[in-house]
């Protein structure tokens, strides 16, 4: 990728010469910011301990990123369900109350659409 002119757009027209002095201006503006945040990095580095940022590096690495935390977090929330889950027994689940017209009412007595009837899809018939 070159360097595009400074008194050309994009499209190729001639600047403006105030918006060529403003660009410019700001060409040179981020090029002393990044001396300046280079200059800032070296200097915080020459006033740290090189192995004090080697434990610092070791240690982030072993806790890992803020993610994996995260889903491990929800994988044993999942995991503390499923085993609760596990430990309750059917009967211990209570049935909704069916209202009176319906109580003494079986699944076998339900009519069924005419003509709607299909085979089912298990291998074995159940009845």
């Given at each position: 990728m070159g360097r595009r002119s400074v008194n050309t757009t994009k499209s190729g027209k001639f600047?403006?010469?105030t918006?060529?002095?403003?660009?410019?201006?700001r060409k040179r503006e981020l090029k002393k910011n990044k001396k300046q945040?280079?200059?800032?990095?070296?200097?915080?580095?020459?006033?740290?301990?090189?192995?004090?940022?080697?434990?610092?590096?070791?240690?982030?690495?072993?806790q890992g990123s803020f993610m994996?935390?995260?889903?491990?977090?929800?994988?044993?929330?999942?995991?503390?369900?499923v085993k609760l889950a596990e430990r309750v027994k059917a009967s211990e689940i209570p049935l909704p109350k069916l209202p009176q017209s319906q109580m003494g009412l079986l699944t076998s007595?339900?009519?069924?659409?005419?003509?709607?009837?299909?085979k089912g899809i298990?291998?074995?018939s159940l009845g």
């Amino acid at each position: 990728m070159g360097r595009r002119s400074v008194n050309t757009t994009k499209s190729g027209k001639f600047m403006n010469p105030t918006d060529q002095a403003r660009k410019e201006a700001r060409k040179r503006e981020l090029k002393k910011n990044k001396k300046q945040r280079m200059a800032v990095r070296h200097a915080v580095l020459k006033s740290k301990d090189p192995l004090q940022l080697l434990e610092e590096t070791a240690l982030y690495d072993k806790q890992g990123s803020f993610m994996t935390v995260v889903k491990i977090g929800w994988n044993t929330f999942f995991l503390d369900r499923v085993k609760l889950a596990e430990r309750v027994k059917a009967s211990e689940i209570p049935l909704p109350k069916l209202p009176q017209s319906q109580m003494g009412l079986l699944t076998s007595d339900i009519p069924l659409p005419a003509g709607s009837y299909t085979k089912g899809i298990l291998k074995k018939s159940l009845g």
